[in-house]
């Protein structure tokens, strides 16, 4: 069983920036690709970044395209989200999720949310207008 613990969450204002991280319990932590997804107050939760086990693939959503930085450091288990120039609508609970590559190849990434296995308890983000 693999656990995910994110942290980093917090209260910022507009503009602001916040890095959340992403520890994962899993030995084999560097054949995993993982993703960071958010949960909005009334809200579906929707994809936010993923990134594959070997660093070298990405993918954002369209609303954080070019704010918001998805990178891991395998040697530490972790998986980090670096976000800057925050809005309120990016207010959420964000989940952190992994899911092993098995035989699909270390440069896979997908937005699917049932194509990942575990998932993180979630850290709230807060941004003030």
């Known amino acids: 069983q693999v656990q995910l613990v994110e942290s980093g969450g917090g209260l910022v204002q507009t503009g602001g920036s916040l890095r959340l991280s992403c520890a994962a319990s899993?030995?084999?932590?560097?054949?995993?690709?993982m993703g960071w997804f958010r949960q909005a107050p009334g809200k579906e939760r929707e994809f936010v970044a993923t990134i594959s086990s070997s660093g070298g693939s990405v993918d954002y959503a369209d609303s954080v395209k070019g704010r918001f930085t998805i990178s891991r450091d395998n040697a530490k288990n972790t998986v980090y989200l670096q976000m800057n120039s925050l809005k309120p609508e990016d207010t959420a609970v964000y989940f952190c999720?992994?899911?092993?590559?098995?035989?699909?190849?270390?440069?896979?990434?997908?937005?699917?949310?049932?194509?990942?296995?575990?998932w993180g308890q979630g850290t709230q983000v807060t941004v003030s207008s």
């Open positions: 999720a992994a899911a092993p590559i098995e035989s699909i190849g270390s440069y896979y990434v997908t937005r699917v949310e049932d194509e990942y296995d575990y």
């Open positions: 899993e030995r084999t932590y560097s054949r995993f690709y």
